[in-house]
């Protein structure tokens, strides 16, 4: 099946929207102060995909640089969704790890790498594809524009890549009707 923006959307928000439902999973000032706010962030960040179905706006590198800003978003939270589940489970149980507003991108990557990926896999690049990216947008310097455009030549293959990396993370997230 061709991997495209809509069915993307459409399976992005069925997971986002399931736990978001599902308040009653964790303690309610957990919920209010760590999922929540994740949740509706990724609801608002995901709508953002649609720059990829706007052709008269997609050819151009601030177009390019917007849509994988807006690719690199949507995986870092992911990647707090999982952690932040991780980090629940591990409160309930009386284990406090680092609280997940407290997680950078780079944090969050090295949580999650073994976990719901491997290294040297295709999402594994993909991650440091989106790290590279963010380096360079940080820097905010014109010569750069050369290597942005580099990572975001990687563009459209990267949406195939990102809805691989939802999978692997929702197959791997604690459903309580998987016990």
């Known amino acids: 099946m061709e991997v495209t923006v809509s069915n993307i959307e459409e399976r992005s928000k069925e997971i986002i929207y399931y736990w978001k439902d ?58 707090r969704l999982a952690y932040c589940i991780y980090y629940v489970n591990c409160e309930m149980k009386e284990i406090h790890p680092n609280e997940p507003e407290k997680m950078s991108f780079s944090d969050l990557t090295e949580f999650a790498r073994g976990k719901y990926w491997g290294k040297e896999t295709e999402i594994d690049r993909f991650i440091e594809r989106l790290k590279s990216f963010i380096k360079y947008i940080e820097k905010e310097d014109k010569r750069l524009e050369i290597c942005i455009l580099r990572i975001v030549t990687n563009l459209y293959s990267d949406l195939s890549i990102y809805k691989e990396f939802i999978e692997e993370i929702d197959i791997r997230l604690p459903y309580p009707e998987r016990g």
């Open 22 to 79: 599902l308040e009653h999973w964790v303690p309610k000032e957990c919920y209010e102060k760590v999922v929540l706010p994740n949740l509706d962030r990724h609801i608002q960040l995901t709508s953002f995909l649609e720059i990829w179905g706007d052709k008269n706006k997609r050819n151009n590198i601030e177009s390019h640089c917007l849509a994988y800003s807006v690719l690199a978003e949507l995986t870092e939270s992911w990647l």
